[in-house]
């Protein structure tokens, strides 16, 4: 038996089940567990997303009931996928915008995220009677801060790496946008990236890493330098949760009939990234994105759904 042990949080309101490993029970880190009502409790082989937080998370129980200004409804979007995946939520620490600390910690020194996972994995073994479960898909998820750390994990996953097949980012735009698309480069050829703007993601960093990533109309981007990297800006359009919209190249939206709101003000705002100030374009899009939050509430099931890998 793991020290790490899952206990069933019997107030739960959201159908399916929710395990917490907390205090003396902890994983490596504290964690909440999401098993959609759809799960195949006997299964040996899970796919599992592995969600990495940002900022004003309290504790591990918040980190899946935050109050309404902070809500990302992660269980409600693996509920409304309809497909058997498990959230894994490891609690990273406190931090707002004035004190405390968020970090991974082990998670991310050697092999610290396999090691985390495997030990997840035993304790789910305990919890179902299933021996030797195992990963078969895994999928990293940031938002906010936690995209950051998204970055840093990858190399601490050891032999699991093999099993990493998507990268979500969620409004998680920080730091320089070359960091960014150094990443993205070494590691869009082992996994498929893609990436949300919203309006909480720094505006300089995350206009530069557009132009980066997707380019601009003078200066396109040839697709085939482009494979399973997308990025778009997360608009209040329904066209956002659709990758055939929101994915198109800034091209397909100029030349197009636009069908769709999001369509529209991509037609309207694209032109803006080959100014060179950055202001320009982001001043016009910010009244159009998504909040820091809703971002995860609207997007984490299409997400899911419209994932080939899960």
Same mark, same amino acid.
């Given at each position: 038996?793991?020290?790490?042990?899952?206990?069933?949080?019997?107030?739960?309101?959201?159908?399916?089940?929710?395990?917490?490993?907390?205090?003396?029970?902890?994983?490596?880190?504290?964690?909440?567990?999401?098993?959609?009502?759809?799960?195949?409790?006997?299964?040996?082989?899970?796919?599992?997303?592995?969600?990495?937080?940002?900022?004003?998370?309290?504790?591990?129980?918040?980190?899946?009931?935050?109050?309404?200004?902070?809500?990302?409804?992660?269980?409600?979007?693996?509920?409304?996928?309809?497909?058997?995946?498990?959230?894994?939520?490891?609690?990273?620490?406190?931090?707002?915008?004035?004190?405390?600390?968020?970090?991974?910690?082990?998670?991310?020194?050697?092999?610290?995220?396999?090691?985390?996972?495997?030990?997840?994995?035993?304790?789910?073994?305990?919890?179902?009677?299933?021996?030797?479960?195992?990963?078969?898909?895994?999928? @990293?998820?940031?938002? %906010?801060?936690?995209?950051?750390? =998204?970055?840093?994990?990858?190399? &601490?996953? $050891?032999? !699991?790496?093999?099993?990493?097949?998507?990268?979500?980012?969620?409004?998680?735009?920080?730091?320089?946008?070359?960091?960014?698309?150094?990443?993205?480069?070494?590691?869009?050829?082992?996994?498929?990236?893609?990436?949300?703007?919203?309006?909480?993601?720094?505006?300089?960093?995350?206009?530069?890493?557009?132009?980066?990533?997707?380019?601009?109309?003078?200066?396109? @981007?040839?697709?085939? %330098?482009?494979?399973?990297?997308? =990025?778009?800006?997360?608009?209040? &359009?329904? $066209?956002? !949760?659709?990758?055939?919209?929101?994915?198109?190249?800034?091209?397909?939206?100029?030349?197009?009939?636009?069908?769709?709101?999001?369509?529209?003000?991509?037609?309207?705002?694209?032109?803006?990234?080959?100014?060179?100030?950055?202001?320009?374009?982001?001043?016009?899009?910010?009244?159009?994105?998504?909040?820091?939050?809703?971002?995860?509430?609207?997007?984490?099931?299409?997400?899911?759904?419209?994932?080939?890998?899960?």
């Amino acid at each position: 038996m793991s020290q790490c042990k899952f206990i069933v949080d019997d107030k739960a309101t959201v159908q399916g089940t929710t395990l917490f490993a907390e205090g003396k029970h902890a994983c490596t880190k504290e964690t909440g567990v999401y098993l959609p009502p759809n799960h195949q409790d006997k299964s040996g082989k899970l796919n599992v997303i592995l969600w990495l937080h940002g900022y004003y998370v309290k504790g591990i129980r918040n980190l899946l009931n935050p109050s309404s200004a902070y809500e990302t409804t992660l269980r409600q979007g693996v509920l409304a996928s309809k497909k058997d995946v498990v959230l894994v939520a490891p609690w990273l620490g406190y931090r707002d915008l004035g004190s405390g600390s968020i970090g991974l910690g082990k998670l991310g020194e050697g092999k610290g995220c396999q090691l985390y996972l495997e030990e997840v994995l035993s304790a789910l073994s305990d919890f179902h009677g299933v021996k030797n479960l195992q990963i078969n898909t895994l999928v @990293i998820a940031g938002h %906010s801060a936690g995209g950051l750390m =998204m970055r840093d994990v990858i190399g &601490a996953l $050891g032999g !699991l790496k093999q099993n990493l097949k998507e990268c979500w980012g969620f409004d998680c735009i920080y730091g320089p946008a070359s960091t960014w698309s150094e990443w993205i480069r070494t590691n869009k050829t082992k996994a498929k990236l893609y990436f949300y703007i919203a309006n909480g993601s720094n505006k300089i960093s995350a206009v530069d890493l557009i132009k980066k990533v997707n380019g601009t109309l003078k200066k396109p @981007i040839f697709c085939q %330098s482009r494979q399973n990297i997308f =990025m778009a800006p997360a608009l209040k &359009a329904y $066209g956002t !949760l659709i990758d055939r919209i929101a994915f198109q190249s800034n091209e397909e939206f100029q030349i197009k009939f636009a069908t769709d709101a999001y369509e529209m003000m991509r037609k309207e705002v694209d032109p803006l990234l080959d100014d060179p100030k950055s202001n320009k374009y982001w001043q016009k899009i910010y009244p159009y994105l998504k909040g820091h939050f809703e971002v995860v509430r609207d997007l984490l099931a299409p997400r899911i759904q419209q994932s080939s890998m899960l």
